[in-house]
T-cell receptor, first 119, second 116 residues
Framework: EPEVTQTPSHQVTQMGQEVILRCVPI?????FYWYRQILGQKVEFLVSFYNNEISEKSEIFDDQFSVERPDGSNFTLKIRSTKLEDSAMYFC?????????????????FGPGTRLTVL | AQKITQTQPGMFVQEKEAVTLDCTYDTSDPSYGLFWYKQPSSGEMIFLIYQGSYDQQNATEGRYSLNFQKARKSANLVISASQLGDSAMYFC?????????????WGAGTKLIIKP
């Protein structure tokens, strides 16, 4: 069964360093998302991406964050200068084209996550 | 703004018993959808079940069913005949934004532990 993959599974970095989190969405999906989950807290939406551009972003997604689809398969999240509070699990998700609805709501498929630790 | 509330931070349930996980939501949008995801200790998010606001019947998916009470704005997840493997975090989430490209807003989750 096709799945979303993410690399690395765990990244440790020093405060102020740049990190790039990588995701390979499911191949026929056209909508891509990043969410984060700070340890013990709820999952938060960061950004959605469609047709090679950002479609929505949350207030968390400030100028330190950027996303890119550098080729036909990868979808990346870059944090330019990491802060301690960026430590979290980052989830990539993808979805088929089409409207939400049907039996499964055209659900988002999630990757296993990247645990980012900023020291 | 839309909001999801899960009032049970943790639950202990005996194996083979049914369990209900609560979720209430707040939205002024007449068209919305609610998802339940399971997050085991390994960390991944697993889709369980979906309920659309215009769906006439409550959603069911194997041992999972959704007790959808629109007037009360609740969408409780029911797991029948619980198993040890059901021990996990469970999140209720609502889609926000257009149907064509929605994002999910999430509740705080319920940690379910199944006792043998």
């Amino acid at each position: 069964e096709p799945e979303v993959t993410q690399t690395p599974s765990h990244q440790v970095t020093q405060m102020g360093q740049e990190v790039i989190l990588r995701c390979v969405p499911i191949s026929n999906h056209l909508y891509f998302y990043w969410y984060r989950q700070i340890l013990g807290q709820k999952v938060e939406f960061l950004v959605s991406f469609y047709n090679n551009e950002i479609s929505e972003k949350s207030e968390i997604f400030d100028d330190q964050f950027s996303v890119e689809r550098p080729d036909g398969s990868n979808f990346t999240l870059k944090i330019r200068s990491t802060k301690l509070e960026d430590s979290a699990m980052y989830f990539c998700a993808s979805r088929e084209p089409g409207l939400a609805g049907g039996l499964r709501g055209n659900e988002q498929f999630f990757g296993p996550g990247t645990r980012l630790t900023v020291l | 703004a839309q909001k999801i509330t899960q009032t049970q931070p943790g639950m202990f349930v005996q194996e083979k018993e049914a369990v209900t996980l609560d979720c209430t939501y707040d939205t002024s949008d007449p068209s919305y959808g609610l998802f339940w995801y399971k997050q085991p200790s390994s960390g991944e998010m697993i889709f369980l079940i979906y309920q659309g606001s215009y769906d006439q019947q409550n959603a069911t998916e194997g041992r999972y069913s959704l007790n959808f009470q629109k007037a009360r704005k609740s969408a409780n997840l029911v797991i029948s005949a619980s198993q040890l493997g059901d021990s996990a975090m469970y999140f209720c989430a609502m889609r926000e934004g257009p149907d064509s490209n929605y994002q999910l807003i999430w509740g705080a989750g319920t940690k379910l532990i199944i006792k043998p």
